[in-house]
Nanobody, 119 residues
Framework: QVQLVESGGGLVQPGGSLSLSCTAS????????MKWYRQAPGKERDLVAS????????KYKDSVKGRFTISRDNGKNTVYLQMNSFEPEDTAVYYC????????????WGQGTQVTVSS
């Protein structure tokens, strides 16, 4: 049984920081590209960050470059998203996903965690 469980969401002030984690089980985590997506109300789900199987390659949505950092710990079957310098536009439900390929929609999805940026 495949499972991806996100945690770490919550309310944060503009300029603040938050760290999300996603712990996987039921598949070979270390062979999957891991990705973070986000979806704001009324908007499409957008890819925020991707990380290769070993963590050697990362890619970010332009609007989060320099503010967000994706990382992974294959020993813990966990991918992280460190988010700094929050802007109101970062408010969304954040989802982790596991992909067999660098490009393409994840095969497995987490349930999502809400991040709200508000003063």
């Amino acid at each position: 049984q495949v499972q991806l469980v996100e945690s770490g969401g919550g309310l944060v002030q503009p300029g603040g920081s938050l760290s999300l984690s996603c712990t996987a089980s039921g598949f070979t985590f270390s062979t999957y590209v891991m990705k973070w997506y986000r979806q704001a109300p009324g908007k499409e789900r957008d890819l925020v960050a991707s990380i290769s199987t070993t963590g050697g390659m990362t890619k970010y949505k332009d609007s989060v470059k320099g503010r967000f950092t994706i990382s992974r710990d294959n020993g813990k079957n966990t991918v992280y998203l460190q988010m700094n310098s929050f802007e109101p536009e970062d408010t969304a439900v954040y989802y982790c996903g596991a992909s067999r390929q660098w490009y393409g929609t994840p095969e497995y999805w987490g349930q999502g965690t809400q991040v709200t940026v508000s003063s």
